[in-house]
């Protein structure tokens, strides 16, 4: 009987389907062979409608306990504090997991209406610090800068402390790194708003407003605030 071993075998996946599986060998200090199968990071699945293709080695997983994700498609989740549903897009989830190189286990588990909700004061400060925290370690990270920039103008908003110039540096080099994101926009306005420079506000917010991807990324709640702020001044 042969001892040859197989060099590929075929997972089911109720996602992706029948996936190429290749098998690792390594022999350790003791001479020791080591083998295990890992899923095949090339493998191209069909697309299924509105799915986003993924990048397997973009993605940061544990190859002998995760899929990679092949490819992704909008994910309806519930929020554990108002517990109604809310949309994690696929896109969105491109994001997280090959941009900002998200572990598999994050998920967002609070809908955007209920994580603006619980930001009190003392919730914005630590909020402020953890972003800076990030920032120190990777000071390119776009999801950090959007968070500050939030989290800055926010707390401003509320106890009229707090360097908004900060917020709008950090905004605008959240967008250079990550110019689809509509928000920065936002987070600009509001922060020239706050400051009084009410021609620059209204040219942000209008920015954000025509971005196609505010509707695709679920900003509704500051798509109503950002109008709500046009017409206070205005130029609705």
């Known amino acids: 009987m042969s001892s040859r071993r197989p060099a590929s075998r075929l997972e089911r996946h109720p996602l992706y389907g029948d996936i190429p599986m290749i098998r690792k060998t390594h022999r350790d200090r003791g001479g020791r062979q080591v083998e295990w199968w890992e899923y095949d990071p090339e493998f191209e699945p069909r697309l299924p409608g509105r799915a986003v293709r993924g990048t397997p080695s973009q993605q940061v997983f544990c190859a002998l306990h995760h899929v990679p994700k092949y490819f992704y498609v909008d994910e309806s989740r519930r929020c ?3 517990r109604r549903e809310f ?5 969105e ?4 997991y090959e941009i900002l190189k998200f572990n598999f286990n994050s998920v967002p588990i609070r809908c955007p209406h209920c994580r603006k909700r619980r930001r009190t004061a003392a919730g914005l400060r630590n909020h402020i ?3 800076r925290g990030t920032l120190k370690h990777s000071p390119g990270d776009p999801a950090a800068l959007l968070s500050l920039a939030e989290a800055l ?3 401003h908003e509320r ?6 110039s900060d917020a709008l540096a950090a905004a605008r080099k959240a967008r250079a790194r990550w110019p689809d994101a509509p928000e920065t926009w936002f987070w600009e ?5 706050l400051a009084g420079r009410t021609p620059k506000a209204q040219e942000s917010l209008r920015r954000f407003l025509r971005s196609p991807a505010v509707r695709r990324r679920g900003l509704r709640p500051l798509t109503v605030e ?6 206070r001044d205005g130029a609705a």
């Open 80 to 82: 554990v504090e108002c």
């Open 87 to 91: 949309t994690f897009a696929a896109r």
């Open 93 to 96: 989830q491109r994001y997280w």
């Open 129 to 131: 610090a953890l972003a």
């Open 153 to 155: 103008v926010r707390y």
């Open 159 to 164: 106890t009229g402390q707090g360097r908004l």
């Open 189 to 193: 306005g509001l922060a020239h708003h």
């Open 226 to 231: 950002a109008r709500g702020l046009l017409e």
